[in-house]
């Protein structure tokens, strides 16, 4: 035991003894901490840091404190909200959560487009009025999705619509060597909007960078189809939120399907709460019974490659945030 790497885990519980997936930690050598109090004697001896929750200067300080730190794990995929200098500019590898929550990204994905095309919404409107009232309603097969950000929540979102006969088309920073066999075309970030334009519904699951902040804005919106619907399972400002409800308020495009916001949690009044072609979910698209155990069970894998010297999974590129 005394041979493994240490570990401190960062929580923002505030009795952090009690929360079950920091309890998994059991078998390995490690300190939980949920302030700066915490950071201080042995704990600074940790080799490694989990942060499980908790601020950005949490994660800073301990960062700063822990002399022998070789490698920082963020549950979490996506990063924007806990990178700091010092931990970007230095050579400690960086991990994250990627490809535990997208495959129930990817459903909820695939159940926001079956939401729209067969109107769901006028159903239960209808059955809440006893109202017996038939209607048309779509077959997604043929319909053309586009992915803005193709990495694992845009594969794992690929292989559901495809499999239902929808075209595929992606937009990544540099397209795979070889044949994608879930995509029908790539598309670079300058192609955005010729490929918006083909789209019936667009997916945006790029991680926030300061390239893709607002990236889908009035003038991406201005290239949709008028039957558009737009879903974002990415991070919330990658849509400028301002320019999404002037879009749906002016018919612009169909209908949205939010699972991430700009302002978390959306404020008390929002207009968004009220238009009726938005399908709202309160960032909890992924948030399965077991979400959090597989987040740490994913961990203690990860560490189980650190401590034996193999090559750790989700080394992110720091620098360009992902």
Not at 103 to 119: Q, T, V
Request: proline share 6%.
């Amino acid at each position: 035991m005394k041979n493994q790497p240490f570990v401190m885990a960062l929580t923002d519980a505030a009795d952090p003894q009690s929360d079950p997936q920091l309890r998994m930690l059991a078998k390995l050598p490690h300190c939980l901490a949920n302030s700066a109090d915490g950071l201080s004697g042995p704990a600074t001896d940790a080799e490694a840091i989990l942060h499980w929750a908790g601020s950005r200067d949490l994660l800073r300080s301990a960062f700063l404190a822990c002399r022998n730190v070789r490698w920082v794990h963020s549950r979490s995929a996506g990063l924007d909200r806990i990178l700091f200098p010092e931990l970007v500019d230095s050579a400690v590898p960086l991990t994250n959560g990627s490809g535990v929550f997208s495959p129930s990204l990817g459903e909820f994905a695939l159940a926001a487009i079956l939401y729209f095309a067969k109107d769901f919404r006028r159903m239960l409107r209808n059955q809440e009025a006893c109202r017996w009232e038939q209607f048309d309603v779509e077959e997604i097969s043929g319909q053309v999705v586009g992915i803005v950000g193709y990495g694992d929540i845009g594969r794992a979102v690929a292989s559901r619509v495809n499999a239902m006969g929808m075209k595929v088309l992606a937009l990544k920073r540099h397209a795979p060597a070889s044949p994608d066999p879930l995509v029908d075309q790539f598309y670079a970030p300058g192609e955005l909007h010729s490929m918006l334009a083909m789209c019936d519904f667009v997916i945006a699951a790029t991680p926030l960078t300061p390239e893709t902040r607002h990236m889908i804005s009035d003038a991406a919106f201005a290239a949709m189809k008028s039957n558009a619907v737009v879903i974002n399972i990415g991070r919330g400002p990658v849509i400028d939120q301002a320019a999404l409800v002037r879009a749906l308020t002016q018919n612009r495009i169909r209908g949205a399907a939010l699972d991430v916001f700009e302002q978390e949690p959306i404020p008390a009044g929002d207009p968004i709460y009220k238009l009726a072609n938005v399908l709202i979910s309160p960032h909890c698209a992924d948030h399965t019974k077991d979400w959090l155990d597989r987040a740490m069970h994913f961990f203690i894998e990860q560490y189980g490659r650190f401590s034996s010297g193999q090559p750790l999974a989700n080394v992110v590129e720091k620098h360009l945030g992902y």
